[in-house]
T-cell receptor, first 113, second 114 residues
Framework: EPEVTQTPSHQVTQMGQEVILRCVPI?????FYWYRQILGQKVEFLVS????????KSEIFDDQFSVERPDGSNFTLKIRSTKLEDSAMYFC???????????FGPGTRLTVT | AQSVTQLGSHVSVSEGALVLLRCNYS??????LFWYVQYPNQGLQLLLK??????LVKGINGFEAEFKKSETSFHLTKPSAHMSDAAEYFC????????????FGSGTRLLVRP
């Protein structure tokens, strides 16, 4: 069964550093998403991406965040200058359409020290 | 704004007992509804979804949920709990007007006692 994959599984970085989280969505999916889950809290929407542009973003997704689909398979989330409060599990997801079920990857645990 | 309420942050049942996890949403227009399960240190796995049609939907692992528009609810049930069902369960909704955002509830941790 096709699945969303994410790398790395765990990333430790120092405050102020840039990080790039990588995702490979399911191959025939057209919509891509990033969500995050701070430890002990609910899953929060960050951004959706379709047709090579952001279709919706939350208030969390400020200028420090960017997304890119650099080639036909990868989907990345970049945090330009990490803060302590960016520590969270980041989930990538993809779907066939904008309202279809999202299929989530296993997540990248980001720890900012 | 759309919101999702999951009553009970923790639910404890005995193995073999009925599982009932509650979810209510706030939209006046019936949204698309989902249940996800998260096992420890893993990602979110889709259990089931409701978009249109039959209001009782069956998912994986013996779970099912019923969409009740009059009650704005989408409760998740399983007739007989198994130890392997112990996990965190999230209800989520998306707006029918093509909002790309899934709104998650705060989750319910299911504990299964032997």
């Amino acid at each position: 069964e096709p699945e969303v994959t994410q790398t790395p599984s765990h990333q430790v970085t120092q405050m102020g550093q840039e990080v790039i989280l990588r995702c490979v969505p399911i191959s025939n999916h057209l919509y891509f998403y990033w969500y995050r889950q701070i430890l002990g809290q609910k899953v929060e929407f960050l951004v959706s991406f379709y047709n090579n542009e952001i279709s919706e973003k939350s208030e969390i997704f400020d200028d420090q965040f960017s997304v890119e689909r650099p080639d036909g398979s990868n989907f990345t989330l970049k945090i330009r200058s990490t803060k302590l409060e960016d520590s969270a599990m980041y989930f990538c997801a993809s779907s066939v359409s904008g309202v279809a079920a999202r299929y989530f990857g296993p997540g990248t645990r980001l720890t900012v020290t | 704004a759309q919101s999702v309420t999951q009553l009970g942050s923790h639910v404890s049942v005995s193995e073999g007992a009925l599982v009932l996890l509650r979810c209510n949403y706030s939209s006046s227009v019936p949204p698309y509804l989902f249940w996800y399960v998260q096992y420890p240190n893993q990602g979110l796995q889709l259990l089931l979804k409701y978009t249109t049609g039959a209001t009782l939907v069956k998912g994986i692992n013996g779970f099912e949920a019923e969409f009740k528009k009059s009650e704005t609810s989408f409760h998740l049930t399983k007739p007989s709990a198994h130890m392997s069902d112990a996990a965190e369960y999230f209800c989520a909704v998306s707006d029918v007007d093509s909002s790309y955002k899934l709104i998650f509830g705060s989750g319910t941790r299911l504990l299964v006692r032997p």
